[in-house]
């Protein structure tokens, strides 16, 4: 299944127009591989039970996934893993137009693949074709849309967006569609144990509960990627962690080689760099967007990253007014 316009789904009303897709949608939805991509500004999707999905968005804002107590949000720098039973909602509100883009795998697709990895040829060989099925849990925190996994996802979605996949039931198209959810699951396995080996920096801090420090930490980093265009605190940032300020800056640097704030200013300087290629927001809304507050501010991170700073800057506005 591939979706080109995100579907038509409750709360909207349901209409004489929308009957028939909203059956077809209920018979196929969460027993296939499926891909829904569409641009908005303002929509929302109530909290439902899904199957193993990756997500990513281009432009404007970002989309908000909403899970239990946390809110993520995905954007072009950074995609959410959400393992199998996930129960979430989604939410875009922007300015500008988002591309949302949600991979969906059917069941135990995930877990028919993490066997064959963990098999080596000759036990493939003796195996004669039949499969198996390995338990798998992704963490569910956001994490850079770089690498392998970053190309393979904007390579997929630019395929879509070329026409490839149009009539998903013929053989072809159906095969295709197979192949490329199997070639994306590979490079989330292949990534998952470097973003779960990180906690071994943290072995100088506490040689217990690495995987809950970790989590905590990751807690923290989702919040402050989700609201960085907020005024973000180390109080409020150091108890979505559950940590004392002491403890949380400690092993947030341990982890990231720099205190959160000083993580949190990248972050954003990021973001802003981002927001300079859009020749329609000012400066101002370019700070304010980005979370860094006032254009000296902005000014002053971009000469940090190395920038051309606020001269620069003000003749790149000016030439494009």
């Known amino acids: 299944m591939i979706l080109r316009e995100l579907p038509d789904l409750a709360p909207r009303p349901l209409t004489p127009a929308n009957a028939g897709f909203r059956q077809w949608f209920a018979e196929h939805w969460g027993r296939e591989n499926a891909i829904v991509m569409g641009?908005?500004?303002?929509?929302?999707?109530?909290?439902?039970?899904?199957?193993?999905?990756?997500?990513?968005?281009?432009?404007?804002?970002?989309?908000?996934?909403?899970?239990?107590?946390?809110?993520?949000?995905?954007?072009?720098?950074?995609?959410?893993?959400?393992?199998?039973?996930?129960?979430?909602?989604?939410?875009i509100r922007s300015r500008?137009?988002?591309?949302?883009?949600?991979?969906?795998?059917?069941?135990?697709?995930?877990?028919?693949?993490?066997?064959?990895?963990r098999q080596t040829l000759p036990e493939a060989l003796a195996a004669d074709g039949e499969t198996g099925s390995l338990g798998l849990c992704f963490a569910e925190h956001l994490r850079p849309a770089d690498g392998a996994l970053g190309a393979e996802l904007a390579g997929l979605r630019d395929a879509i967006l070329a026409g490839r996949g149009e009539r998903i039931g013929d053989g072809d198209d159906e095969a295709w569609l197979e192949e490329r959810m199997q070639s994306l699951l590979w490079r989330m396995l292949e990534a998952e144990p470097g973003w779960r080996s990180r906690s071994g920096s943290l072995a100088a801090l506490s040689r217990g509960q690495h995987a809950e420090l970790l989590a905590r930490l990751d807690r923290?980093?989702?919040?402050?990627?989700?609201?960085?265009?907020?005024?973000?605190?180390?109080?409020?940032?150091?108890?979505?962690?559950?940590?004392?300020?002491?403890?949380?800056?400690r092993c947030f640097r341990a982890l990231h080689?720099?205190?959160?704030?000083?993580?949190?200013?990248?972050?954003?300087?990021?973001?802003?760099?981002?927001?300079?290629?859009?020749?329609?927001?000012?400066?101002?809304?370019?700070?304010?967007?980005s979370g860094l507050g006032s254009r000296q501010t902005l000014f002053r991170q971009l000469k940090r990253r190395g920038g051309a700073g606020g001269q620069a800057l003000r003749a790149r506005l000016s030439e494009t007014s």
């Open 96 to 117: 500008e137009p988002v591309l949302s883009f949600g991979v969906f795998f059917r069941p135990g697709l995930a877990a028919e693949l993490a066997h064959a990895a």
């Open 257 to 289: 080689g720099c205190t959160p704030m000083a993580w949190l200013a990248r972050q954003r300087t990021e973001q802003a760099l981002c927001l300079l290629q859009d020749a329609t927001l000012s400066l101002d809304e370019v700070a304010a967007r």
């Open 39 to 91: 641009w908005s500004r303002n929509v929302e999707f109530p909290p439902h039970t899904q199957t193993l999905s990756i997500k990513r968005a281009w432009g404007g804002e970002g989309e908000d996934y909403l899970l239990p107590a946390r809110r993520l949000r995905v954007d072009a720098g950074h995609c959410l893993i959400l393992n199998q039973g996930g129960h979430y909602g989604a939410r």
């Open 220 to 249: 923290a980093t989702d919040y402050m990627l989700s609201c960085r265009a907020e005024a973000l605190m180390l109080d409020d940032i150091a108890a979505v962690a559950r940590l004392s300020k002491y403890h949380f800056v």
